[in-house]
């Protein structure tokens, strides 16, 4: 058990610039979460898929915002022409799924990114 | 899910146990109460959950009071790496839409 990995585990950008961070799970999750943490708050969710299939979005996620999971594995998080305001910790987490009350979430030590 | 109030900050002194307790008077009784960590600089890290029984795992222990409205996390010797943010969360579905507050900031002194 390698646990997730997230890379890179920081970023700097200028504004209006694109960004994407990597998130590699659990090899046997199937389940595979998005979380934005900003300083001083608890993580706040953005998405999840099942697999492949994007199942949920958090209404956090604008249209800016792209999470992919192309062959069920690793997943990608693009935000386009971002803003001073999207700066925060992105974590990943993954999970086996299951039954949704016995749920464990394992996190990766996410990608800190920095708008300037 | 549930609104959880917990103490934003706490003390305790390294080899004692430390008790941090978590509000949640408006829980449902399909609703769990779930416990996460975050050390500084990293992800959170489960802990421990429960439904209505005590419950008890090499990390920690989970008080839940007979009306459910409370909580408690014991860790029975708290160590200087148990320092961390404590998340209590109460929660159905423990996976897709985790809410978690600004917790408890537990620092274990030497």
């Known amino acids: 058990d390698t646990g997730v990995s997230q890379d890179p585990r920081h970023k700097i950008t200028k504004r209006g610039q694109n960004v994407t961070f990597r998130c590699d799970p659990i090899?046997?999750?199937?389940?595979l979460y998005w979380y934005r943490q900003t300083l001083g708050q608890g993580p706040e969710f953005l998405t999840y898929?099942?697999?492949?299939?994007?199942?949920?979005k958090s209404r956090l996620l604008s249209d800016r915002f792209s999470a992919e999971r192309p062959k069920g594995s690793f997943s990608t998080l693009e935000i386009q022409r971002t803003e001073q305001g999207d700066s925060a910790m992105y974590l990943c987490?993954?999970?086996?799924?299951?039954?949704?009350?016995?749920?464990?979430?394992?996190f990766g030590s996410g990608t800190q990114l920095s708008v300037l | 899910d549930a609104k959880t109030t917990q103490p934003p900050s706490m003390d305790c002194a390294e080899g004692r146990a430390a008790n941090l307790p978590c509000n949640h008077s408006?829980?449902?009784?399909?609703?769990?109460v779930y416990w996460y960590r975050q050390i500084h600089s990293q992800g959170p890290q489960y802990i421990i959950h429960?439904?209505?029984n005590n419950e008890t795992n090499e990390m920690a222990s989970l008080i839940i009071t007979e009306d459910r409205k409370s909580s408690t996390l014991i860790l029975p010797h708290a160590t200087l790496r148990d320092t961390a943010v404590y998340y209590c969360?109460?929660?159905?579905?423990?996976?897709?839409?985790?809410?978690f507050g600004e917790g408890t900031q537990l620092t274990v002194n030497p």
């Open positions: 408006t829980i449902s009784g399909n609703e769990y």
């Open positions: 898929f099942q697999n492949e299939a994007q199942l949920e």
């Open positions: 987490a993954s999970s086996l799924g299951g039954h949704a009350t016995n749920e464990k979430l394992f």
């Open positions: 090899s046997e999750h199937n389940r």
């Open positions: 429960g439904l209505k």
């Open positions: 969360i109460v929660t159905r579905t423990s996976g897709s839409r985790l809410t």
